[in-house]
């Protein structure tokens, strides 16, 4: 095998998994059985976990990313930006499988998106339409719906994501948490 080819197949491969568990999340909340996509995101988290270096560090961070994300769509959910179908306590709580989807883009952090890492300004665009998109991508699927007008809810979610994944990006890499 050619020097390299390891890690782009350890990248290419974090990349499909993250989009089956985006998938699984999202159709399985527009069909009402978020179980699923819960269950399909958990075993990405597993083969994640599986190869990594440091399993304690990769829970950590996997952890703290899931609750900053949390904690960032519950926020747009309370100022109306995103409204869910499925809030559990409160109708702007962002729910379960949405927190899944974001464990699962943490794992894209130090894989797939790590040559984002020294490239601020392209992270930023990429975060700027990448992430409104895939909220769209949910609205359009049933999963969520974006609330108010929808040009200013996915300029409000182009602004946010143009910010947080430079910092996401840098995150992971502090965290040094490459797959072996």
């Known amino acids: 095998m050619a020097a390299g080819t390891g890690g782009m197949l350890t990248r290419i491969g ?19 059985r978020q179980w699923i996509g819960l269950l399909i995101g958990l075993t990405v988290l597993l083969v994640h976990g599986w190869h990594a270096a440091d399993h304690g560090a990769t829970i950590r961070f996997v952890l703290t990313i899931g609750l900053f994300g949390v904690v960032i769509d519950s926020a747009l959910g309370c100022v109306g930006v995103l409204v869910f179908r499925d809030g559990l306590i409160a109708a702007w709580l962002c729910p379960p499988w949405l927190a ?13 998106l790590a040559w984002l890492v020294d490239r601020t300004a ?25 609330g108010g007008q929808h040009t200013t809810s996915l300029l409000v979610l182009g602004i946010v994501w ?16 490459a797959p072996q």
Do not use: E, K
Request: charged letters at 5%; aromatic letters at 14%.
């Open 122 to 146: 392209s992270a930023a665009l990429l975060g700027s339409i990448f992430g409104p998109l895939s909220y769209y991508g949910g609205h359009a699927l049933g999963a969520l719906q974006l």
């Open 14 to 32: 974090n990349f499909v998994l993250f989009q089956i568990g985006w998938f699984a999340c999202v159709l399985s909340a527009a069909a009402d």
């Open 100 to 112: 899944m989807l974001w464990l699962i883009f943490s794992t894209t952090l130090r894989s797939s």
């Open 162 to 177: 143009a910010l947080l994944l430079p910092c996401f990006v840098q995150l992971g890499h502090r965290c040094d948490l």
